[in-house]
């Protein structure tokens, strides 16, 4: 089994900044794809921005230039730092990561339990 524990949300006024940090534990082999997806009340869960393990990165074009996501191989991690929030980033932003397995390597889909960030105007 493998947990995703995220950490960082609050609550920031508009031009603030905020770090998110998700770490995955357990039988991991190896992650090839960690990201974070974010959901507003009312509305579907969105990509925020991925990483793989070779560095490449993807963001969503709402949050090109003011979001930056980086990680850490060796211990697991991925961080989202989030810079010029504005009223409109407020969701729940969750860890995602697609682990292979010691056991027999399949590939599965873990999310975090999801940490709220609240960007007041």
């Known amino acids: 089994q493998v947990q995703l524990v995220e950490s960082g949300g609050g609550l920031v006024q508009a031009g603030g900044s905020l770090r998110l940090s998700c770490a995955a534990s357990?039988?991991?082999?190896?992650?090839?794809?960690m990201g974070w997806y974010r959901q507003a009340p009312g509305k579907q869960r969105e990509l925020v921005a991925g990483?793989?393990?070779?560095?490449?990165?993807n963001y969503a074009d709402s949050v090109k230039g003011r979001f930056t996501i980086s990680r850490d191989n060796a211990k697991n991690t991925v961080v989202l730092q989030m810079n010029s929030l504005k009223p409109e980033d407020t969701a729940v932003y969750y860890c995602?990561?697609?682990?292979?397995?010691?056991?027999?390597?399949?590939?599965?889909?873990?999310w975090g339990q999801g940490t709220q960030v609240t960007v007041s105007s």
């Open positions: 357990g039988s991991i082999f190896s992650i090839n794809l």
């Open positions: 990483i793989i393990s070779g560095g490449s990165t």
């Open positions: 995602n990561a697609e682990v292979e397995s010691y056991s027999d390597h399949a590939l599965n889909d873990y």
